[in-house]
């Protein structure tokens, strides 16, 4: 069984990806208002790998014998000022993003917890691509300025 303050962290953390999420389908949301539809597919996709990064933490909880926990979480932005600063946006909530996971690795070495550790692992990865990719597209707007 898995410990209390680790159990807490990775259902904070997966409520955090569940946040992610919406962020990402109200930004979905703002591309198409602004016909901008292969904006909004992009961020589409990426709720939808948020919504499975959220079922991944969700799954491993429970198979740790630990409960999973739905929290409230705040509304997301509904207005940016330009697709740049909507990418910009989401880079930065990668970041926080990639923070986190990191925090939660350093904690679980701490508790030598060594299965999240491995579980973990994947999102390590996970967010090096997340950050490459929107960085991405960011370079091409600036191309574009």
């Known amino acids: 069984m898995i410990n209390k303050e680790i159990a807490d962290a990775l259902n904070s953390q997966m409520n955090f990806e569940m946040y992610s999420a919406n ?9 198409d208002a602004k016909n901008l539809t292969g904006c909004a597919n992009w961020m589409k996709i990426q709720y939808a790998e948020e919504m499975f990064h959220c079922t991944k933490f969700y799954n ?4 740790r014998g ?6 409230g979480m705040p509304a997301p932005a509904t207005e940016w000022d ?8 989401a880079l930065g909530h990668e970041q926080i993003v990639t923070s986190r996971i990191n925090d939660l690795v350093a904690q679980a070495i701490e508790a030598k917890d060594h299965a999240t550790v491995n579980f973990l692992q ?3 990865g996970e967010q090096v691509e997340e950050e490459a990719s929107v960085d991405g597209v960011i370079q091409q707007l600036k191309l574009m300025e």
């Open 82 to 89: 330009s697709p740049l600063a909507a990418f910009e946006t």
């Open 122 to 124: 994947w999102f390590i």
């Open 60 to 63: 491993y909880i429970n198979e």
């Open 23 to 31: 962020i990402y389908m109200s930004m979905a949301s703002w591309f």
């Open 66 to 71: 630990a409960r999973v926990l739905i929290d």
